[in-house]
T-cell receptor, first 113, second 111 residues
């Protein structure tokens, strides 16, 4: 049974049209992450939540925003997608301890036309 | 900044042989390391992890070796099978909430 669920599996949007990707988890984990992964590259951390505390990476563009309305759900909002934002977006969770493995969802593949 | 990298971007191995995937890390303060398997179009799947107070850890058909002296991490897969074909990602952290990933090695199993 999937524990970290990302929807949709594939998302197509137009240049400049806002898009929201969603992630839900059944693990009751404190920490939720959003990674961006471009083709043949390593996943790159965009931001993460520790409970309700938002932690943005210094090099994450302002175009990327996130919301976590409750423990189970986390959203990635791209306010004005550009062609360079086409990528796989990965959601991951972790329990409240450091140095523990992350559980990943299957990802959302975003295309920008 | 600190980074985690891999020596070989691609690796082809005969079915049934053992595979060794290598990873170099640059942050000597890193205290936790992890290997993920990522199949095409899917999210990373946990394989095995190791803490810096250990040199070796074994799982089912997999072994992770950590050499802190030369800041090197390796993943050994015994008796590789077609289902082992994937990209293998190493990652590290240093006592915080974030994992930093390397680019990955694509493992191809030759029948």
């Amino acid at each position: 049974d999937a524990m970290v669920i990302q929807n949709p599996r594939y998302q197509v949007t137009q240049f400049g049209k806002p898009v929201t990707l969603s992630c839900s988890q059944t693990l009751n984990h404190n920490v939720m992450y959003w990674y961006q992964q471009k083709s043949s590259q390593a996943p790159k951390l965009l931001f993460h939540y520790y409970d309700k505390d938002f932690n943005n990476e210094a090099d994450t563009p302002d175009n990327f925003q996130s919301r976590r309305p409750n423990t189970s759900f986390c959203f990635l909002d791209i306010r004005s997608p550009g062609l360079g934002d086409a990528a796989m977006y990965l959601c991951a969770t972790r329990g409240g301890y450091v140095n523990e493995k992350l559980f990943f969802g299957s990802g959302t593949q975003l295309s920008v036309l | 900044g600190e980074s985690v990298g891999l020596h070989l971007p691609t690796l082809s191995v005969q079915e049934g042989d053992n595979s060794i995937i290598n990873c170099a890390y640059s942050n000597s303060a890193s205290d936790y390391f992890i290997w993920y398997k990522q199949e095409s179009g899917k999210g990373p799947q946990f394989i095995i992890d190791i803490r810096s107070n250990m040199d070796k850890r074994q799982g089912q058909r997999v072994t992770v070796l950590l050499n802190k002296t030369v800041k090197h991490l390796s993943l050994q897969i015994a008796a590789t099978q077609p289902g082992d074909s994937a990209v293998y990602l190493c990652a590290e952290s240093f006592g915080n909430e974030k994992l930093t990933f390397g680019t990955g090695t694509r493992l191809t199993i030759i029948p």
